[in-house]
């Protein structure tokens, strides 16, 4: 029986190849997004047969739950939860006003919280599932943007949560955490310095950024019975951001790395 996976931002650079990865694997999808055009679309493109549209606001509860409720009744339960969806505003505490800061929060954490609890009690009556959050080294370190920062921080120890009180249900809850991930939403960046990518670079060990087919690759590991006994974890898929500041151990040390 084919599994049936939600996945939040189902339109974004790194949600739709997540859906696409998880179509070629043999999954049903659920794709949910605010924009019912670019759903549309990506249904087509990935066929009707594997894809079914939800297009709904995360920030509305009860319509997140209708709508996931919607598509279940024809597709089936949810197996496999990717809540991928998330956006950031204020790139500094200066730029970040209240208005900002509750925009990235109520999107990043509570957006991610809704889609949880629209498919949890049926996981918990079927006494299975796999929960995949995104997150983001910004939850581990202080990288600028510090109210989405601040949300994929929560999302760290709400996975921690979920793990801890799903796991006699023999559902499990992990999250991957990217860093530096080359998609449309660094178009602006871009445009302000063409040479961010390659100036990036100096900081990560391996010299190199995730692609969306990285991230697709952990999420698919996680969600699969190869890691049936991984749970709580916070994966970080980063090129070997977080395992340390190379730069500065080089100040430290006197020595190059």
């Not at 998880?22 to 894809?51: H, K, R």
């Not at 079914?52 to 996931?68: F, H, K, N, Q």
């Not at 919280?113 to 009690?121: C, F, L, P």
Request: glycine share 10%.
């Amino acid at each position: 029986m084919k599994r049936v996976v939600l996945v939040t931002g189902a339109c974004g650079g790194i949600g739709s190849v997540l859906c696409r990865r998880f179509v070629e694997d043999g999954a049903t999808v659920l794709a949910l997004d605010i924009d019912t055009a670019a759903l549309n679309e990506l249904a087509s493109s990935l066929g009707a047969g594997n894809v079914t549209p939800v297009a709904v606001d995360l920030g509305d509860s009860d319509a997140v739950r209708e709508r996931v409720a919607q598509a279940v009744a024809v597709r089936g339960p949810v197996d496999v939860l990717v809540a991928n969806a998330g956006a950031a505003d204020g790139l500094t505490l200066a730029k970040t006003d209240a208005a900002s800061w509750q925009r990235d929060v109520h999107l990043n954490l509570n957006g991610t919280y809704h889609t949880v609890e629209a498919v949890r009690a049926s996981m918990i009556e079927r006494q299975r599932g796999s929960i995949v959050l995104i997150g983001s080294v910004n939850g581990m370190a202080a990288l600028g943007h510090p109210a989405y920062s601040a949300a994929k921080a929560g999302l760290i120890s709400y996975t921690k949560s979920l793990a801890i009180e799903l796991g006699r249900y023999g559902i499990r809850a992990n999250i991957v955490c990217p860093g530096t991930v080359k998609t449309k939403a660094w178009q602006a960046r871009v445009d302000k310095n063409p040479q961010v990518f390659e100036n990036l670079k100096k900081w990560y060990p391996l010299r190199d950024f995730a692609t969306p087919d990285d991230i697709a690759d952990a999420v698919l590991f996680l969600a699969s019975p190869m890691a049936r006994v991984i749970t709580g974890v916070a994966l970080p898929v980063d090129g070997g951001l977080m395992a340390g500041n190379r730069l500065m151990a080089e100040e430290l040390t006197l020595e190059s790395l």
